[in-house]
Each structure stands twice: as C-alpha cells, then as structure tokens.
C-alpha cells in the first residue's frame, strides 16, 4: 500500500485469518499497522493485491464487506455529549440494525461492555476505559462475524487494559473473529491465538505466541549449587558441556550457581540432573526461563538492524500461513 505521497506503508502483506479466530498485527510505532487494518476495512485502497473479508472483495464490493464487519479506530467514534444508550441508538441507526430489535440488542451490549449503571449519563464525565467499552459496544450493534480492534488499549491504565481484554475475550469466546493491533507485547500473548509481526510494512513472523516465543528465543536453566566454590561451578560446566542431551548456546558462572542458556534447556533437565548427580554435584534450587515476547522482539528488531546495513542481505519475505 503506497499512500500518495510515495511512502510505501505496507508491503507483500499476505495473510489467512480463520473463522472465529482471535488474530494479532504485533509491530513498533510507524510499522504499518493502521495502513493494513484500514485497507482491511475498505477505508485504503491496496495500490497492489486484493483482500476478501467475509468472502466479499473489499475493492469489488465495499458495502457488503462494511455491513459484515465492526471497525474500532483508534481515534474514538462515540458522541460526548450523548449517553452510552443514546450512543447505541445512533449505532443501531446507522448499521441498519432492525427497529424492533434494537432495544434488546442495546441492552444485551450494555450488559457485556458493563456500562448498564451509566447507561443514562453523558459519555464525557466517563474514564478512558470506559469510553473504550462504549465504543467496543458501538461497533457490534449490527452483530458482525468479525471486529477490528486498532490498537484498542492504548492510553488504558494497567486495571482498565484488562478488563478490556475481558470484553474481548467474551466477544471471541461467541464466535466472533478478532482482528487487533497492538504495541504491546502482553497484550498479544495475553488475546491472540495466532500473531503476526510487522516491521516497516512487512511481515517478518506468523505463528502462535509460544510458537514465536520457542522459534527465537532460547531458554535459560539456572543452578544453584551447594558449593559454589569456582572449582565446583567448572566440574559443573564441564559436565553440561559433555551432555550431548543439550545444546548449549552458552555457559557462566553466577554468584551461586551457574546459568545455562539452551534452546532446549526444559527438555533437557532430566539428563541435566542425572549426570550432575552422578557427578556429585548438588542442585539446591533451579529455575527454567522460557523466552518472553520481549525477547522475540528483540531478537527481530536486532535481525532488522543487521537487515539495514546490509551485512544479513534480504530481510524475511512476507510469507502466506493457512490453517
Ligand atoms: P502503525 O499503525 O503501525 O503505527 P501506520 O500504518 O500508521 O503505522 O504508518 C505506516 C507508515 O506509513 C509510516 O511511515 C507513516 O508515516 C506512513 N503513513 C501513515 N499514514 C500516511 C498518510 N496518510 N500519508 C503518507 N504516509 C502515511
């Protein structure tokens, strides 16, 4: 997606979103998210490529893409002046929602955003959480198959940002597939079934949460070890360095113990422990670290740096991930 000004936003974006699914757009400030979520949403015109939503071609048919869909912009849509009630009349209004259904279903989106005591005062006295609600509320009037979510908690304090991702949670567990964007790491672990990260208008990643956190990052055994006499943590490391179970990536002394970083440090702790015994070496406390989503984002913003000078030649491709 090429805005007019010759700023190439989003490039070789392709991806599959399965029904029902909770899908994540992970990426920095700049990286092409709301570009892709408004092309999404027919509000871009892709200068190259296509996307269906619900079956409907977003160039060929708007409409029906828009009817089938619930869009929450950053930027809020809700009336201040108005009530969370009156906010969802107008809603019911202008996604067509059926006159004799709209009261039932205003008080059935009251109840699941949790706004039902406030339901008759002005939306403007309300605290950012809550006009997130209200505005989550807005967008699934017309009860879509599938919301956009961009970057939704933004702004939210800690308390406010999960009762949010409650809501959403609840909107998923019926059935509805979620798309969202997001800057936070947390926030994607946390919701999203399956995430893609996107780095200057590129995908450099598809997969689950753990699926990314296991690809990248490598995970860290600690020991504690009764004597940690410097000759002791040697026979120790001397000992994992033989273990052919465990591919070490690297080794150190700690004040107590030692720290071994492995890609298959968890799997490998059985045999870890065995030939420590049999070498007399005892273990008083251990700790197994698995890699954060931090740590996968990283690792990807230093493969992207070394991507920048040139020295890792092509940056990962944009890659097409079927359920
Ligand atoms: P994100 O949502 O991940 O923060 P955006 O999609 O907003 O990223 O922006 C991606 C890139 O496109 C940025 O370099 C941004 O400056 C540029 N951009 C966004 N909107 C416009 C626009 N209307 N005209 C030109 N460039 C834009």
Redesign the pocket.
Known sequence: MT???G?E?VRGVSLDVGDGEFFGFL?P????????IKTLVTLLHPTEGSVRINGYDTKADPQAVRESIGYMAQETSIDFELTPRENLRVACRMYGVPTEEREDRIEELLDLVDLRDVADKRAETFSGGMQKRLDTATVLVHRPPVVFLDEPTTGLDPEARLRVWNYFEEINDRGTTVFL?TQYLEEANELCDRLAI?QD?QITHTGTPDELKSAIGTETVTLTLQDASEENQRRVIDTVRRLGALDAVAIERTADGVAIEADNARSATSDLFTELAAANATITDFDVQSPTLDDVFLTLAGEDDVGATGAAGDTVRAQEVRR
């Open positions: 805005y007019d000004d700023t936003a990426g400030n700049g990286a092409g998210k709301t570009t892709t964007t996107l208008g």
